[in-house]
């Protein structure tokens, strides 16, 4: 393989996408959103699906993707094209 990658990381670069769009499949629709958080609603334990969406992102993208990188594998290359293809879903049930 060149530059010193095994032919393992390179599959498992190839599979970071699947994952990547089943997570966004998974994770996304949970939480409901705008349930206008009355006191009592978030006293229950019930998040906000705007933060929540949010907080699923940000951990992706600045802690997931960045030690899966420094792992050696192309977890930032997998992450667009998992975005741009969950986005185009996105798109086509809207």
């Known amino acids: 393989m060149s530059f010193g990658r095994s032919r393992r990381s390179w599959r498992v670069s190839d599979y970071l996408v699947d994952a ?8 996304i629709p949970k939480p409901p959103v705008n349930f206008g958080l009355r006191a009592e609603v978030a006293e229950a334990g019930v998040c906000d699906g705007s933060a929540a969406r949010a907080l699923f992102f940000e951990t992706m993208e600045e802690i997931i993707v960045p030690k899966l990188e420094e792992a050696g594998l192309e977890a930032r290359r997998a992450w667009e094209q998992a975005l741009t293809h969950w986005q185009a879903t996105q798109e086509l049930a809207h």
Do not use: D, K, L
């Open 20 to 27: 990547f769009v089943h997570q966004m499949e998974y994770e």
